[in-house]
Structure formats: structure tokens, C-alpha cells
């Protein structure tokens, strides 16, 4: 089932993102019928039930004599409406996370089926075979029923269970966090930058370096430089960092998001398995017209909640690396000195002789 969630949703999404159903010849030149009038067929019935209920309880013709069967029900029949509009709004709502561009497509499919039938997509009308209906239960709950050629079985939503999942802050269908949203808010506030490098609106300016107090510096106090050869026997110095000392600055915040993100075990799955499972690089995210799933990688929603304790700290080790290898690396790579005779372009070999004779001297050799 899990490789078929892959395969449908990334069918159905590029389908639905595809302008190519504009130059069928078949399906512009035939009528699609989109009226599945829900509302409609549901509430026709309730017309004459409602009258001769209203009937039975005005002439005292009711099954007792408190006539409590009858108000009941057409109590019922008289917050049905709000109550189906409330449901159809919820139901939207839920549905309409298949449309974001950063949705898992281990997902259950079926859901992406049921938001392109209840938002009219091409391919997905009455004339294609599909169904959508609103049932009004005598127990005062309700029920919508999606039917079609992609649903090998109906698919059936209840307005209660919709509503006891949404009181308990749980999706029907899995939100992917704005990872990338999350990671610069996060480099922010890790404390590794200078002040004036914090904008008003919390992003790190353009110029944004990480402080000194990071920056690997030899006994002297002058810069512990790392040497890197450009070509042509010249060479740079650049800085360097001193990783532990960032990583027990960065690990209390990182540790604090992660912590964050597990309060929905839901939104962990969708973020382990659209960004983080396969470590790609942000450039390699923006890059791809899909993003990547995690293949095998992947966590499922049915087999995997909740979480086990291995799959937290697994998940932790590797959100940790994509802030690291993405978001933090860059400002640590290729850094130029800040002093500016050091920033200057020099011969390698000339280099090289120049700390053979510092070390002697320094080792009285």
C-alpha cells in the first residue's frame, strides 16, 4: 500500500500541476459534469420527514406521549445544515494539504483523490465515474462518500470521527512542516552570530558572519588560518571554526526544535520523509520539480506511529546534520580573514617554507 500512496499521489499531483489535459482533443470537446449537488440530494428527503414530524408533534400524534422521539429527531433535522456546513469546511480544510507543494506522497492517497473530486479538477467529474455524497445518519452524525474509478473502495469520512480527530490536534492527512522556515529562524537563535547581524525582522543579514569567538585562533592570539591552494601555485588563508564549541552552543536550540517538531509525531513522519530521511541539500531540493521521498527510508503513518524511541533519536541526529551540512556550513566555508594583510593572495611554496621555519624555531629544532 505504501509504494501505491508513492506512486498515485505523484500520478494525481502531476496531472493536476500539468497544463496538458488543455491540448486533449477528447476532453475539451465533451462535457464534464462536475454538479454532484451534495447538499442537494442529501437535505430533498429531510423536507418531508421534517413536515410530518412537525405534524405528529402539533396534533399529538407522537409514539409517547412526550413526543421525545420526534423532537429529537427534529432537533436533528434542524442543526443538520450548520452542522454539514461546519463538516464540509472541516473536510476541505484537512484536504486541501494535498495541494501543498511540500505534501508527502506517503500520504494516503485516497485523500488526494477526495480533494480532486471536491474541488472539480479535470478528470475527476461525475462523467469520469465519480461520486460524492452526503448521508445524514439517524444517530445525528453525518457522512461523505467519494467514489471512483482511483478508489477500489468507497471512501467514507464521518463528521464525528473528523471532529474527534481534529479536537485532539490530529490531521487526516499529514501537514509537512516549513523546514526550511523552521532552519533559519533556528540559525538565528543559536547565539553563534553578532548582534548587528540580526535584521529587525529575525534573518540574518546578507553579510552575516559568525563571531569571533568561534573563529580557531593559535596560542599567540593570531588566526589559526586553513590554506587552501586556488590554482597557479598560489593559495588563500581561510578561516577556520571551532566545531565542539559551536555544536554545545547550537545543540540546547537544536534540541528544543526537535522537541517541538515530536509534539506532532505526524508532522516528524512528513518532515523524516520529505526532507530529512535522504540528507539532500537544500540546492539539490530547490532543484528537483518533485521533491525527494525517502524510497525505503520511508516512515509509514499506519506502521510506524507512534514513534519508538530508536526512530526519535534517529530523527533528531539527522535534523541535526541537515541544519548542519545546509543551513550552518555555508558560513563556515570559504570564509576570507577579516584582517586584511591575511586576506591577500600569496605563493604557496613560499608559504609552506615559512611554517616549515615557524615550527623549527617554535620546536627549537
Known sequence: MEDKNITNNLIIKQFNESNAVAYNKD?????????????????????????????????????????????????????????????????IGELSVTDDSNFDVNNDYRYMVANSIMNAKPGFSKSDGYALDLYLNQDGSQTV??????????????????????????????????????????????NIFNAKDILEDGSLSPTARISEEFVMKNPDGSYDYEI??????????????????????????????????????????AAWNVYIAQGTSVNEDDQMVQDANAGSKAWSYSKDLPLSQDKKVLFESKYKDYFMNNYLKPFMTNQFPTVKEDAAVFDLAEARNAAVEKFEKDNNI
Not at 587552501?228 to 577556520?240: A, E, Q, T, Y
Open 228 to 269: 587552501v591552494d586556488i590554482g597557479n601555485g598560489k593559495g588563500r588563508n581561510m578561516l577556520k571554526f571551532d566545531m565542539d564549541k559551536i555544536e554545545r552552543k547550537a545543540d540546547p536550540f537544536i534540541n528544543a526544535e526537535v522537541s517541538g517538531l515530536l509534539s506532532s509525531e505526524q508532522e516528524t513522519v
Open 145 to 190: 462518500v467519494f467514489q471512483g474509478p482511483m478508489l477500489p473502495e468507497p471512501l467514507v469520512i464521518n463528521n464525528t470521527a473528523l471532529s474527534a480527530l481534529l479536537e485532539s490536534e490530529t490531521s487526516l492527512v499529514a501537514v509537512t512542516p516549513d523546514v526550511n522556515k523552521s532552519m533559519l529562524a533556528l540559525l538565528t537563535s543559536i
Open 27 to 91: 476532453f475539451i470537446s465533451q462535457s464534464s459534469d462536475y454538479e454532484f449537488k451534495m447538499l442537494d440530494n442529501a437535505y430533498q428527503p429531510t423536507i418531508k420527514e421534517y413536515a410530518n414530524l412537525t405534524m405528529a408533534i402539533n396534533n399529538n400524534q407522537c409514539s409517547d406521549p412526550s413526543c421525545y422521539y420526534e423532537k429529537n429527531a427534529l432537533r436533528q433535522l434542524e442543526e443538520a445544515p450548520a452542522a454539514s456546513i461546519e463538516f464540509i469546511e472541516n473536510l
